[in-house]
């Protein structure tokens, strides 16, 4: 047995300062990807954002510059510099060296705040290669910098000045992080979010690595993010119901907006930080939404005596809601601020919600009227589809042991292994069905295209043959019975042509994922098969060469031209391309159907060769506008949609 290697106190190391943050900044910034990237943005801008919610800032600028830079200025009152006694370097200094070191613990610098750890602005001087500040306060300019969190000298009294604010340019590590490219839509969007959730505060944005620029402001605020979030979309009033009310030190905003869409659109924030998974304030809100329109409907017999009342999911179908509370002391459930965890914001915003949305009511019959009467058309679907989901389990369609006729389900059970090819018509079926690796690889043809969900209920769903295959092919069940616990394949393909149909086909699976098996895309299981355009063929018996799009097949003739005039090979420039590169015949694929078993497994299905892009959800609000312009029923939104993004669209056979 060899012998133990030696354990003990020189064995421990010991980070100081920000060393922990360039050891392992994932930990403090979740990725060294184009995420945690721009987090850095985030990080520095909250800053200014707190300072506008507090009410000493009214601008909020971004400037990506030419050299690769970031600038966030402000119009606020500036870090303090003066020194500290606990650290004996001036405050800026502190903020920008010491973890867990700002104005947001509870020293009275902020009454709310969205950054909470104390460890943004340090965080991001650590991993920045140059940070400066420049701060103006008292009359006078102050300046700092850093290399890589150190300071590169003290901090230097300037020239005097008769505004005041803070600015920070910094430049992120590129041996950190695995891209420095900062996205300026990402910057845009943002900005927007933050003029729309801070009522007075102007945000401006300018890339001078392009010229473009662009600033917002929104008198309305998250009334005006409402009106933003319904754009396309057919609204049952256009009025947007909003009450503002400060209860104790908390202070709560909610804005709503009804639509004749079938889905529920609730954002959430706290201190202006988004949390998707909601919190107490969501339940508070949903709560009070669900009694209000029951007792509304009750009182003015809209709902009858021996009717059921409403459920929470009728009382909100089609409803647009931006709900935002701002606090002193918000907990967070986990670093990543997914959820709002403080108890006592539920009653708060349960009690201003339910109270004055049950004035709005009152004072607006009209529009009362058609929220419960939409609410009552959902409640009737609901117990239709209930009525056809029992029927379909009843006859063993939808549960139970056996699967659809036409899925050939392979013979592994161990979900992790397991793929589903759900695939176009029964011609690339029959080709799929033959070529795949029958072990590990499942294939689900579907008969034409699936229904459009976007404009249809789930009772019309579940009568619908092609769309209820799939959910029993996925095990996963659908609305109330949805469980990611019986999902039967961990990659799930959908593997259409590269033609108008087989792209429509291909969106229509995203929306019925998107809209009712979101959980799958998020836990990263829905892929999209890229199967060749073209095959280029050799003489004779050579391995021929498959292509999956135009800059490729480009790429490839002009190697092989090049490479062939280097051998000293006679080109004839009258030839085609693909015979001056030495091949016999360039074929365009027009379908899967057109390939045998072996070339559409080798190709499009070999785990070793297959070209796949998993769907991820980036952006679930611009996700959700995009559904409901190519799939909802506004036809003027769905023309300039494709105008507009025609230019961009490559290897579509049309």
Known sequence: MSKQKEYDAQQIQVLEGLEPVRKRPGMYIGSTGSVGLHHLIKEIADNSVDEAIAGFCTEVHVTLLAD??????????????????????SALETVLTVLHAGGKFGGGGYKVSSGLHGVGSSVVNALST??????????????????????????????KVDDSGTIMTFYPDDTIFETVVIDYQWVVDYLRHQAYLTKGIRTFVHDERTGDRCSFYFEGGIQSYVKHLNIGKEVVDDDVFY?????????????LQYTHSYTETINAFANNVFNPDGGTHLTGFRSALTR?????????????????????????????????????????EGQTKNKLGNPEIRGYVETVMAEHFNYYLEENPAVAKKIVGKALLSARARKAARAARDNIIRKGVLEGSGLPGKL????????????????????AGGSAKGGRDSKTQAILPLRGKVLNVERARLDKMLGNNEIVTLIKALGVGIDEQFSMDGLRYHRIIIMTDADVDGSHISTLLLTFFFRFMKPIIDGGYLYLAKP????????????????????????????????????????????????????????????????????????????????????????????????????????????????AHAKFVKDLDI
Do not use: W
């Open 532 to 643: 060749p355009l073209f095959e280029l063929v050799k003489p004779g018996k050579g391995e021929n060469t498959f292509i999956y799009d135009e800059a490729e097949l480009d790429r490839v003739l002009e190697e092989r031209i090049a490479a062939r005039k280097a051998e000293g090979v006679k080109i004839n420039p009258d030839d085609d391309s693909y015979k001056q590169a030495g091949f016999n015949e360039q074929k365009r694929y027009k379908g899967l159907g057109e390939m045998d078993a072996e070339q559409l497994y080798e190709t499009t299905m070999n785990p070793d060769k297959r070209v796949l892009i998993q769907v991820k959800v980036q952006d679930a609000e611009k996700s959700d506008a995009i559904f409901n312009k190519l799939m909802g029923t506004e036809v003027e939104l769905r023309k300039n949609f494709i105008q």
């Open 292 to 332: 209000v329109i029951n007792d509304y409907a009750r009182k003015n017999g809209l709902l009858k005596e021996k009717e059921e009342n409403l459920s929470g999911e009728d009382t909100r179908e089609g409803i647009t809601a931006v709900i935002l509370v701002k606090m002193p002391d918000p907990q967070f």
């Open 130 to 159: 140059k940070f400066m500040a420049e701060i103006h306060k008292d009359g006078y300019i102050y300046t700092q910098e850093y290399e890589r969190g150190k300071p590169t000298g003290p901090l230097k009294k300037g020239a």
């Open 68 to 89: 690769g830079g970031i600038r966030v200025r402000d119009n606020g009152r500036g870090i303090p510099v003066d020194k500290m006694a606990k650290t004996g370097l």
């Open 408 to 427: 050939s389900d392979c013979s592994s059970k161990d979900p992790s292994q397991s793929e589903l090819y759900i695939v176009e018509g029964d011609s």
């Open 243 to 255: 009450v503002e009310k400060e209860v104790k030190d908390v202070a709560v905003e909610v804005a």
